[in-house]
């Protein structure tokens, strides 16, 4: 690893870690290492030797770029052509950039484990951040470093699935379930401080799929996952406010945060019929939906349809609906087909945060969250990177 990779994957780690606390400084060390990934890619392009840097991830390039193809048409289908190459660049390019990065340019494993390791444990911290900020009645909900409490709650659908397999298989080592541990615990407590029902369900359907062929091999296992679900049942037996929360997530007669989401999804089904093929433009939902489709009975100003499928399939049509299928489908088989084949951790990994993304993304716009995907591409390249490795952090 020369010196530019391992400048590279400084700034990359910077960038990836501060990107939550300080949008300014991390778009600009998100924009200082792509100049540098550029400059590499001319490199080796000028050395002939670009088809020696994919290691096994072509299949992931090509459904990248067959995602990012069906998304063209919504830029020419909008009225404000600007305002949707402008979402196109940031949503099919710059946000997937980190997992170009690291699966072409960052392959020693020392400095790839440290980053890896490293934005985890800032991860846990960003939950305790949220945590303080409930204890010192900031805030009913804790968001952590920044953003909206749902950006750090999709960050912890996906980064906890990571820790579990970490924790639950042997091939890792012991400092590194240490470490885990101490994250997942923290991380935990982002979950019960930011509040979020959508995470909770997530969370509830993703982690006991991700640690069953692990836990039913184990008696002591067992016992101490039936501990772990009761202490965290007995948060929602004592304790009113998680109790009615809780209970909350099936209102759809007073609770308007269900209600709104069930009205806007309505709606944009007759967005969708509308304009069925390349959707009404990137980026230009929110324009439409106010103008044309905006239910008289809405209460909520919302940006968005809080959901990934719906969003695109309005803004990008069916075309534009099937890239992202093809996304999805292609990361979720070819991962379970190879941890069902191999047992290899890290196809689970990939699944497990994977599902959990695209699971919490039926509650909110996963897809949109620009910090929150750039993360989720960062720890999807450096799992890759390490399976292809054979390498156990």
Not at 8 to 22: E, G, T
Request: proline share 2%.
């Amino acid at each position: 690893m020369n010196k530019i990779e391992k400048v590279l994957a400084v700034i990359v780690c910077l960038a990836v870690c501060v990107q939550r606390l300080s949008m300014a400084a991390g778009s600009i060390l998100w924009g200082v290492s792509i100049a540098v990934f550029l400059y590499l890619l001319y490199k080796h392009y000028r050395q002939n030797d670009l088809n020696n840097l994919s290691e096994n991830c072509n299949g992931y390039y090509k459904a990248f770029i067959i995602f990012a193809i069906c998304g063209i048409p919504a830029i020419f289908s909008s009225e404000y052509f600007g305002e949707s190459l402008h979402k196109f660049l940031e949503m099919y390019v710059y946000r997937v950039m980190p997992f170009f990065i690291v699966t072409l340019f960052i392959k020693d494993m020392k400095w790839l484990k440290n980053i890896f390791l490293i934005f985890l444990f800032v991860t846990g911290i960003d939950s305790i951040v949220a945590l303080a900020q409930v204890l010192l009645n900031m805030t009913s909900r804790g968001w952590g470093f920044g953003g909206h409490s749902l950006n750090l709650a999709s960050l912890l659908c996906v980064v906890i699935p990571i820790l579990l397999v970490v924790l639950l298989d042997d091939r890792f080592n012991k400092r590194t379930k240490l470490i885990c541990k101490l994250v997942i615990l923290f991380c935990i407590i982002g979950v019960f401080a930011g509040k979020s029902r959508g995470a909770w369900l997530t969370l509830a359907i993703v982690l006991p799929l991700v640690s069953y062929s692990y836990i039913i091999k184990s008696k002591k296992a067992i016992a101490g996952a039936l501990i772990v679900c009761l202490m965290i049942g007995s948060v929602f037996a004592v304790s009113d406010t998680y109790r009615n929360r809780l209970v909350s997530t099936i209102n759809i007669t007073t609770d308007y945060s269900n209600i709104d989401r069930l009205l806007i999804w309505e709606s944009t089904a007759n967005m969708v019929k509308d304009y069925p093929f390349f959707g009404v433009g990137l980026d230009q939902f929110k324009k439409v939906y106010d103008a044309e489709y905006k239910n008289p009975k809405h209460k909520q100003n919302l940006p968005h349809t809080h959901n990934n499928m719906v969003q695109i399939a309005a803004e990008s049509g069916l075309v534009g609906l099937f890239g992202f299928l093809y996304l999805a489908c292609y990361i979720f088989f070819k991962n379970f087909n190879e941890w069902r084949k191999t047992k290899n951790p890290y196809s689970l990994m990939i699944w497990g945060a994977w599902l959990g993304f695209m699971s919490f993304g039926m509650f909110d716009l996963t897809i949109d969250h620009s910090a929150i995907t750039k993360a989720m591409w960062f720890l999807f390249g450096c799992i890759l990177v390490f399976k292809n490795r054979k390498f156990y952090i």
